[in-house]
């Protein structure tokens, strides 16, 4: 039997945000192709993030759950040292812990700007940098940042996330300029609007959705699992270790 396509055997993967939505389709899909996974969210009161550490657990892998606020160093630090403890190496990040604060930026108050900031752009680079500096030592691997679509095309009300995920992208390819010379892959998948409970204000408005798809080439909005695809491609070192500082839009075409 030939070796899958898409095969992450032994690899150590951690994946931010990875409660529900984007973070759990692909820690799933990690795991599914033989990695062990950690899981990290900001929320594990509710139980979904160690639902998802069983599910992996459940396919034959190891996985562990862990609380982080991404924006917080720290923590960052903290979830790094535990997955350092147990596993030895981080083969592959995921950053894809994020949110979405709606505010014109005329009337955008300071903190909703610095929440969105810490989040969404500050929370990737620590990321990056604390799992970076392990990855130098081991001499290779993959981080992987998730965006969006809306880094390149602006919706009404989203300023400042499109501003911040903008600042994803820019992070994306100076991180590849500085680490390809110790074998570390870094590249930014930008999803198309995706059905999860974090886009459904939008889905659920019948009007947008509407209007959306009639946009969209393919004439959908994504799933999470249209994503899986780029994730394990770009995670995959000999199917991509030629490719670094990309940013891979999965949108239906809507940025076509």
Do not use: H
Not at 213 to 223: D, F, N, T, Y
Request: charged share 20%.
């Amino acid at each position: 039997m030939g070796v899958p396509i898409f095969s992450l055997s032994g690899e150590i993967a951690i994946v931010t945000g990875g409660r529900r939505g984007i973070g759990r389709a692909i820690a799933i899909a990690f795991a599914e192709a033989g990695a062990d996974v950690i899981v990290a969210d900001k929320i594990t009161e509710d139980g979904e993030l160690a639902n998802v550490s069983n599910e992996i657990i459940k396919l034959g892998r190891q996985s562990m759950a862990i609380r982080v606020d991404t924006s917080v160093k720290a923590d960052v630090e903290n979830m790094v040292r535990e997955v350092m403890e147990r596993f030895g190496r981080i083969d592959i990040l995921l950053n894809n812990a994020g949110i979405l604060i709606r505010s014109t930026l005329l009337d955008m108050p300071e903190d909703v700007w610095d929440t969105l900031m810490d989040v969404d752009l500050k929370g990737y680079f620590l990321c990056a940098q604390a799992v970076g500096r392990e990855m130098v030592k081991k001499g290779g691997g993959s981080i992987i940042n998730i965006a969006t679509q809306f880094a390149f095309k602006v919706t009404q009300g989203m300023g400042g996330y499109s501003i911040a995920k903008a600042g994803v992208v820019m992070l994306t390819r100076a991180l590849a300029q500085e680490l390809g010379r110790y074998n570390i892959r870094v590249n930014a998948i930008a999803p198309g609007l995706i059905r999860t409970d974090f886009s459904k204000p939008s889905w659920t408005d019948r009007d947008f959705l509407r209007q959306y798809e009639a946009s969209v080439p393919l004439g959908r909005i994504g799933e999470p699992s249209d994503l899986i695809g780029a994730a394990l491609y770009l995670a995959t070192n000999n199917l991509s270790s030629y490719v670094t500082g990309q940013t891979l839009v999965v949108d239906g075409g809507a940025l076509a």
